[in-house]
């Protein structure tokens, strides 16, 4: 019902950001508030952000609280998530997931990020 694209991830210093899209189509999201999870070799896909449908609230996991910021534009269907002051447990594939009433959960099939020390 729903597709979901993540883009941007990479290989990256510690101290340095990423900026990852969520592209979403099939339907508009801009109703749908949004999430971000993330999921490291052998631990369990965690939750690390969320947005209100108009933008105006956010929050965050205490592990990237400050130094991570979710935004979105309804106008290009499309999903945000900043990353700055990336460490190495940072790494890991980043998913992003929308809820639909009546229709349940749909995930992105991730993108990489790994964290050089």
């Known amino acids: 019902q729903v597709q979901l694209v993540e883009s941007g991830g990479g290989l990256v210093q510690a101290g340095g950001s990423l900026r990852l899209s969520c592209a979403a189509s099939?339907?508009?999201?801009?109703?749908?508030?949004m999430f971000w999870h993330r999921q490291a070799p052998g631990k369990e896909r965690e939750f690390i952000a969320t947005?209100?449908?108009?933008?105006?609230?956010?929050a965050y996991a205490d592990s990237v609280k400050g130094r991570f910021a979710i935004s979105r534009d309804n106008a290009k269907n499309t999903v945000y998530l900043q990353m700055n002051y990336l460490k190495p447990e940072d790494t890991a594939v980043y998913y992003c997931?929308?809820?639909?009433?009546?229709?349940?959960?749909?995930w992105g099939q991730g993108t990489q990020v790994t964290v050089s020390s």
């Open positions: 997931r929308a809820v639909v009433p009546g229709k349940g959960a749909f």
């Open positions: 099939g339907r508009t999201i801009s109703t749908y508030p």
């Open positions: 947005i209100t449908s108009s933008g105006s609230s956010s």
